[in-house]
Nanobody, 121 residues
Framework: QVRLVESGGGLVQAGGSLQLSCAAS????????VGWYRQTPGKQRELVAT????????YADSVKGRFAISRDSAKNTVTLLQMNSLKPEDTAVYYC??????????????WGQGTQVIVAS
């Protein structure tokens, strides 16, 4: 079983920065990709950013140039989301998603519990 722990959310003023962290643990042989998503009440969960095993990244248009996703160089099971120039519309619960294979070669696709980000105007 794969467990994800997200951290780094909180309250910040508009224009400020936060760094979210997603730490994966458990039965992991390799990680194919990691994504950050966000959701606000009454809306569907939306993609924020993804990073593939080879390092390729993808961002929602709304966060391009402001957010950066990366893998921790020392801990390859930790993925970071650096959020700069935050706007009130970035307020949401942010979720981490990790997919890969376990030591038996079986695929997994796991979600974290979410971390709240509130950007005050």
């Amino acid at each position: 079983q794969v467990r994800l722990v997200e951290s780094g959310g909180g309250l910040v003023q508009a224009g400020g920065s936060l760094q979210l962290s997603c730490a994966a643990s458990g039965a992991i042989s390799n990680i194919n990709g990691v994504g950050w998503y966000r959701q606000t009440p009454g809306k569907q969960r939306e993609l924020v950013a993804t990073i593939a095993s080879g390092g390729g990244t993808n961002y929602a248009d709304s966060v391009k140039g402001r957010f950066a996703i990366s893998r921790d160089s020392a801990k390859n099971t930790v993925t970071l989301l650096q959020m700069n120039s935050l706007k009130p519309e970035d307020t949401a619960v942010y979720y981490c998603n990790v997919n890969g294979r376990n030591p038996l070669g079986l695929k997994f696709d796991s979600w974290g519990q979410g971390t709240q980000v509130i950007v005050a105007s």
